[in-house]
């Protein structure tokens, strides 16, 4: 997973796994039948320790802002030395993997951004009336965009600071002046009103 996220799926050989593993490529052909069998196990263990710490932070955050906080930290290590290209080569070649992070997104993700709104309205950080649904497709397809390399060139932006930004404005959009208070004080940010 370290070759595939610093260099791209398509990038990496099995010749270049089996040398950093330090094994012969006939070992990992007794385990996996291809690359794409690889992969796939790969990306579905990646995706599996996504939501145990995305079910720990949610357990251990104070509040909405701060669960949403803490998802987009851990993920911002992850993004930080994760070169997007790994996520259109998974996608172009990949089918089964892309398949599987689909449905994480799709399914796991969009439910986890809905009870992040209900949570946020309930503690009176996010407005009241916000149609949930179309905010969790928005924050899934947000969350997709930033990995698009034709929109953020891999070589001009960060990855970890567009999603950053993004989370900032998604957050920024949904707040109550309650919640832009909290945002604040997370950012460390003094303003006056």
Known sequence: ???????????????????????????IYNSYE???????????????SHKKAFDEIEALSKNAIDEIIGMMKHMGTEFSCTNPNMFYDMQ???????????????????????????KGQ??????????QKI?????????EMAFNPVVFPPDKFNLSQVQVE???????????????????KYKQIHEEE
Not at 122 to 131: C, D, K
Not at 135 to 143: F, H, M, V, Y
Request: hydrophobic share 40%; glycine share 6%.
């Open 34 to 48: 291809d690359k794409d069998a690889l992969v796939t196990e790969l990306i579905t263990l990646q995706l599996e």
């Open 166 to 184: 993004i989370l900032d404005h998604y957050l920024h959009g949904i707040c109550t002046i309650k919640g832009h208070k909290l945002i604040n």
């Open 92 to 118: 172009k070649y990949h089918p089964a993997a892309w398949i599987k992070f689909r449905v994480f997104k799709e399914d796991y993700i969009y439910k986890c951004v809905i009870k992040n709104l209900e």
């Open 135 to 143: 905010l969790a497709k928005l924050r899934l397809e947000q969350i």
């Open 1 to 27: 997973m370290e070759l595939f996220k610093r260099y791209g799926i398509k990038g990496v050989t099995m010749d270049d796994i089996a040398k950093h593993l330090g094994i012969s490529k006939k070992t």
């Open 122 to 131: 309930e503690q009176g950080f996010y407005r009241v009336g916000l149609n």
